[in-house]
């Protein structure tokens, strides 16, 4: 009975290690998602965001998942497994897309995540990541370089903003306290001074740091959402005078309610004057760098001591892929100091052993789409898509801003719009309009007003879509 178990065992498996398989699946997979992206760009979708609320959506797959299986079935998945996810996804590569801050990722993309998925190299060490390892330390080395970060820069990548926003500040910490902090912890009570419209994960990783809510100090900002130099030195007075060390200043390029860039400029001659560490959230924002049009928001950014920038978000790639730079590339050694033998066979410093970098042990090839894209065309793609994409918000802005009834936040300098109808109420419009289709827009509330957002992730939207929009909320406000 045994014997005859791990045949069936085997043979169950080993099915699934067949290359004639893998090629048929593959051309099924492909066909499928060509199909996709034909609908989306033709707008043949009704909803960019489908309907049903959390708890529909689970009872669905729920009850998908206690279906009888099928034997005649033998694939490692059901086969309308992915028909069933791509009909029940957010349509970002549909051109009405406006929601969040997604990449709409470049399609070829795709077939190189295929394969890095299937090689499915580690990274955490050399012998782990042989291709992906020195690829990526070639494409920080050199984007580092072009960010005009100087030649000692360097940095790392990362699964997203958050977990690039911690380490730049354990690096902070441990430049303050050389080599005693992840041993004896830190002697005075320690505090970061950030924008009070800054990204929660700045405050989230101030308090995994044990610094606790007292150790963040939020900086009023101006009502552009601006960190207001003012407000700055109060901040870091008061800090002082409960006794804390503060160690950073944040700057924020950009916020995520309204884009607002922060004076990157202002906060470089703070941090200098103070001797602390300038750390820039530019996940959004910071990609601009690429483009000589939209660029200027960021200067005093290259005087950062480190900067997190998402490639998954203005950059066409898929997610999560963030990167994290240091202006002085040995910073990034120090953020994380443990030993573990049995992986590496020198404490020192190196490059190829990217776990001594970075919070993952383990981590995807993520270098592949950065490298690829970096390879074969410089800033240049990256430079058009980024103006694309403030163009598209620039222009919606203007419809705005030219149309009785509707009031602008500010005139963007990304690509965030954040805007309200003055005569209807904002949340039933966003609302209804989810629900009726097909364009999809978020909203955020400042104060006791709630704004209407959208951000402009896909190039392939048009003036037709812009004004579509906001004719198909008017339309919504008339019926209410």
């Given at each position: ?32 998602l060509f199909q996709y992206l034909e609908s989306a760009w033709s707008r043949e979708f009704d909803r960019v965001l489908p309907q049903g609320t959390p708890e529909e959506r689970l009872a669905q797959w729920q009850s998908e998942l206690e279906r009888p299986q099928d ?36 399609p070829e993309l795709a077939w190189l995540q295929a394969a890095t998925s299937l090689l499915n190299n580690g990274m955490a060490i050399d012998e782990m990541g042989p291709a992906s390892s020195p690829m990526e330390e070639a494409a920080m080395r050199s984007i580092a ?336």
């Amino acid at each position: 009975m045994e014997e005859h178990t791990r045949r069936f065992n085997r043979s169950h498996w080993a099915s699934h290690f067949n290359a004639n398989r893998f090629e048929k699946v593959g051309e099924s997979v492909q066909n499928e998602l060509f199909q996709y992206l034909e609908s989306a760009w033709s707008r043949e979708f009704d909803r960019v965001l489908p309907q049903g609320t959390p708890e529909e959506r689970l009872a669905q797959w729920q009850s998908e998942l206690e279906r009888p299986q099928d034997s005649a079935d033998t694939g490692l998945v059901r086969h309308d497994l992915i028909k069933r996810m791509v009909d029940r996804s957010n349509k970002l590569h549909d051109p009405r897309y406006a929601g969040h801050q997604v990449a709409v990722p470049f399609p070829e993309l795709a077939w190189l995540q295929a394969a890095t998925s299937l090689l499915n190299n580690g990274m955490a060490i050399d012998e782990m990541g042989p291709a992906s390892s020195p690829m990526e330390e070639a494409a920080m080395r050199s984007i580092a370089q072009f960010m005009g970060l100087g030649p000692e820069s360097n940095g790392v990548l990362c699964h997203g903003g958050t977990l690039a926003n911690l380490t730049a500040l354990l690096a902070a910490r441990q430049r303050r306290y050389p080599g005693n902090a992840w041993r004896d912890g830190t002697s005075k009570p320690c505090a970061l001074l950030v924008s009070d419209q800054a990204h929660y994960c700045v405050a989230r990783a101030a308090q995994v740091m044990g610094w606790g809510e007292g150790g963040i100090f939020k900086v009023a900002t101006n009502e552009r959402h601006q960190m207001d130099g003012k407000a700055l030195l109060e901040s870091y007075e008061e800090a002082k005078n409960w006794g804390f060390e503060v160690l950073a200043i944040v700057g924020s390029a950009c916020t995520t309610s309204t884009g607002s860039f922060d004076d990157l400029e202002m906060m470089a001659d703070f941090a200098e004057q103070h001797g602390m560490w300038f750390h820039v959230d530019g996940a959004h924002g910071a990609a601009q760098i690429f483009s000589k049009t939209h660029s200027m928001v960021l200067k005093g950014m290259e005087r950062a001591d480190s900067i997190a920038m998402d490639f998954h978000k203005m950059l066409g790639v898929p997610a999560l892929c963030t990167g994290l730079f240091y202006r002085n590339g040995q910073d990034g050694y120090a953020a994380f100091s443990h030993e573990a033998n049995y992986l590496y066979e020198s404490q020192e410093e190196e490059w190829w052993n990217f776990s001594k970098r970075t919070f993952e042990c383990t981590k995807r090839m993520l270098s592949a789409a950065v490298y690829g894209i970096w390879e074969n065309h410089g800033p240049n793609l990256w430079e058009s898509l980024v103006d694309r994409l403030i163009e598209n918000a620039q222009s919606f802005a203007q419809i705005v801003d030219n149309r009785p009834g509707w009031e602008l936040f500010n005139h963007p300098n990304s690509n965030i719009v954040c805007f309200r109808s003055m005569d209807f109420d904002n949340d039933a419009l966003r609302r209804n309009m989810i629900d009726a289709g097909p364009y999809y827009l978020v909203k955020t509330v400042f104060g006791d007003q709630t704004w209407l957002r959208c951000t402009f992730q896909n190039p392939l939207t048009q003036e037709e879509d812009l004004n579509g929009l906001l004719e198909g909320l008017e339309g919504i406000g008339r019926e209410l």
